[in-house]
RNA sequence: GGACGCGUAGCUCAAUUGGCAGAGCAUUCGACUCUUAAUCGACAGGUUGAAGGUUCGAUUCCUUCCGCGUCCA
């Protein structure tokens, strides 16, 4: 519990003063606080809102009694007399406290209070010459103390790792995560931490300043907006089951546990959508649930292993109607917690009033890098062997005019760093694929690139794509995804990579299902839901093929669900959207960890014993 | 898993070429009845993330490890 000798030293001295506390009267650890009757309890952010449009004259006029508790954030001592700054709720309060007023006693109490410690206080509201609304104290009641030495009162907590290891520190300190102006000489009150705003100087759209407590705060406003507009629709929300014997329902790799009595595994849940299309055949036609997912991955700024996954599902809908309810969705929820439609997330202003849909092939087609030669033919998707003969051509042409690409130093002459690290994610990418088709074996992949100076994965070597889809939807990844800030719908995915999705119709190596992005990731992901027991059947033998092969996260077989497929399940339109990622766009938060309160970390080894 | 960066007092940060580890806030003591990053005076606070190496001498250079961050996979 202590950090030092300093901490445990000033831990005892407090302790002593608690003593000294109860020796004026006080209660050390009180139950509650009970002002008088003639003195209304209020909160600090109610006297704000009451009183801050008051003048001094009428607040003296009137004398108003109140009766308000708050932590100590600030204490300015003169002599027989004092200020002191009380928070509440994330709102802090001035409050005046002379000797004279609260008497010898009253004033004893005062000396002996230190930052962090929860006090309440009676008395009267009047502004100071400075015009700032205080409390004139009359009495003072010792409610909690603070043992532990709070942050540096300037700058806060500033430090990244302590911030998510001591959110309760973190959360009253009130930190501010991103600001308006980074080169503010004053007013701010804390400092940032430096990937939040490194590069928002040269940029035109400053973030919006926004406190750390008031992320959460809009994460649940995300989360009220959300269930408000299901249910106006006629959805009902349901809770399904976080500990599953078969993961499924996405593709990733779950996190497994044991059950005792039933020795059996069990995992966590990686998505809700295998039970919640069971209720929908069960004849829940519209349903709903924001609950947390588990992916047993690897972390960054974008994933967290529990993250908080809306899923919801509309019987007598495809994937053009969720579309349209997604926009809906979006525009609902960021007008409910932002009232407004516009956001700035990492430098750029974002407008969630205009979206974009595009199909793959098309988005393709549109962040094609020049550097590449001309975009492939939408003909070209339609064969494993013309989309290879294509990367085979974009290759020769990189290596014709810009030999310099494939090099690995981070200083390219003529080649902006950042499109630089893009070029060389497809070239990778067009490696992969041309050494494939020369049948290679792993060894002699890692050596090819390698000798390419493109960063080789360790061992054992990721699965690289294996089917005409796969490369496609790679493709995707590494030519469009990032580019994709505004919001834009990206549909029409390749059949081999969505296991769960209907076909299209007219073309069946493409399923209706779309993705949703802002800010250069992706937040959502819908379909048009397969319904056909028969083809699903199917569908997961391929994935058991793919899992075979080595692919871990290929989804498993499920033949309960198979079965409940058999029963009908209607024609149903299903979607689940990233309710961390939509509060990092809406708050801009540019890391997942600054939108979970308790973000996964390694634990601390090095901790100082209790004793 | 890889590359780069960071780790110094409770907090926020300094320390020139390798040459006595410092400041502000907070704490402790003192002064001050309208301050607000209050002010003024004094005291105290350190195994420089850990271990090892090079050196007369290491916060600084090297190696390994731990934690965090950014980018990549």
């Given at each position: 519990m202590f950090e030092s000798e300093f901490e445990r030293n000033l831990y005892a001295l407090r302790q002593e003063k608690l003593k000294q506390l109860e020796a004026l009267g006080q209660s050390a650890y009180p139950n509650t606080f009970a002002p008088p009757g003639d003195h209304p309890l209020i909160t600090i952010p109610g006297i704000r809102a009451e009183y801050d449009s008051k003048t001094g004259e009428r607040l003296e006029a009137e004398r108003i009694p109140v009766a308000v508790a708050g932590r100590i954030m600030a204490i300015r001592q003169q002599g027989k007399a004092?200020?002191?700054?009380?928070?509440?709720?994330?709102?802090?309060?001035?409050?005046?406290?002379?000797?004279?007023?609260?008497?010898?006693?009253?004033?004893?109490?005062?000396?002996l209070l230190d930052l962090g410690d929860h006090i309440g206080v009676t008395g009267y509201l009047f502004r100071t010459r400075t015009n700032e609304l205080t409390i004139h104290v009359e009495t003072i009641t010792f409610l909690a103390k603070a043992l532990l030495a709070l942050p540096e009162k300037y700058h806060g907590l500033s430090d990244v790792e302590l911030r998510y290891r001591q959110r309760y520190v973190d959360l009253f300190m009130n930190g501010v995560l991103n600001e308006a102006d980074s080169s503010e000489p004053e007013g701010s009150r804390t400092a940032l931490p430096s990937h939040i705003c490194q590069d928002q100087a040269d940029v035109g759209h400053p973030a919006q300043e926004i406190r750390v407590r008031d992320?959460?705060?809009?994460?649940?406003?995300?989360?009220?907006?959300?269930?408000?507009?299901?249910?106006?629709?006629?959805?009902?929300?349901?809770?399904?089951?976080?500990?599953?014997?078969?993961?499924?329902?996405?593709?990733?790799?779950?996190?497994?546990?044991?059950?005792n009595a039933l020795d059996i595994d069990l995992f966590l849940r990686?998505?809700?959508?295998?039970?919640?299309?069971?209720?929908?055949?069960?004849?829940?036609?519209?349903?709903?649930?924001?609950?947390r997912n588990f992916r047993n991955e690897g972390i960054s700024t974008q994933h967290n292993p529990e993250f908080t996954m809306l899923e919801f599902y509309q019987a007598y809908a495809n994937y053009h109607d969720l579309m349209d309810l997604t926009e809906e969705l979006v525009q609902f929820v960021a007008m409910e917690v932002n009232g407004t439609l516009t956001t700035h997330f990492n430098g750029v202003e974002i407008d969630l009033g205009k979206w974009e849909r595009l199909t793959m092939r098309e988005a393709i087609v549109k962040w094609w890098p020049e550097e590449f030669g001309p975009p492939p033919s939408m003909v070209a998707f339609e064969k494993s062997e013309l989309l290879l003969h294509f990367l085979d051509e974009a290759f020769q042409h990189l290596q014709r005019n810009y030999p310099q690409i494939s090099t690995p130093t981070r200083e390219v002459q003529g080649?902006?760093?950042?499109?630089?690290?893009?070029?060389?994610s497809l070239l990778m990418l067009i490696n992969g694929q041309r050494i494939l088709l020369r049948g290679d074996s792993t060894p002699v992949i890692k050596a090819v690139m390698e000798s390419l100076g493109l960063p080789t994965p360790a061992d054992p070597l990721p699965a690289l794509p294996q089917s005409l889809g796969q490369t496609i939807a790679g493709i995707f990844e590494a030519v469009a995804e990032?580019?994709?800030?505004?919001?834009?719908?990206?549909?029409?995915?390749?059949?081999?990579?969505s296991p769960l999705s209907k076909q299209k119709p007219d073309e069946p190596e493409w399923v209706e299902r779309f993705e949703f992005y802002i800010g250069g990731f992706e937040l959502g992901n819908a379909f048009s839901e397969l319904n056909d027991p028969e083809e699903q059947r199917r569908r997961f033998e391929a994935q058991l093929a793919e899992r075979e092969r080595g692919d871990e996260e290929a989804h498993q077989m499920d033949s309960d669900y198979v079965r409940a497929l058999g029963y009908g399940l209607p024609p149903t339109g299903g979607e689940g959207i990233g309710i961390d990622r939509l509060t990092m766009i809406l708050t801009g938060a540019r890391s997942i960890r600054d939108v979970i309160l308790f973000p996964l970390l390694k634990p601390q080894k090095t901790v100082i014993s209790d004793q």
């Open positions: 004092g200020f002191a700054t009380l928070q509440q709720e994330g709102q802090r309060l001035q409050i005046y406290v002379r000797k004279d007023a609260v008497g010898d006693a009253g004033f004893e109490l005062y000396k992320v959460f705060v809009k994460r649940a406003a995300v989360l009220r907006a959300m269930r408000k507009f299901f249910d106006a629709r006629g959805y009902i929300e349901v809770e399904t089951p976080m500990m599953q014997p078969i993961a499924g329902g996405a593709m990733a790799r779950p996190f497994v546990t044991h059950h990686i998505a809700p959508e295998l039970y919640l299309k069971r209720l929908v055949v069960g004849g829940f036609d519209r349903v709903y649930e924001i609950n080649v902006n760093v950042e499109r630089h690290r893009e070029l060389r990032r580019r994709l800030i505004q919001p834009t719908i990206i549909y029409e995915f390749p059949l081999a990579v």
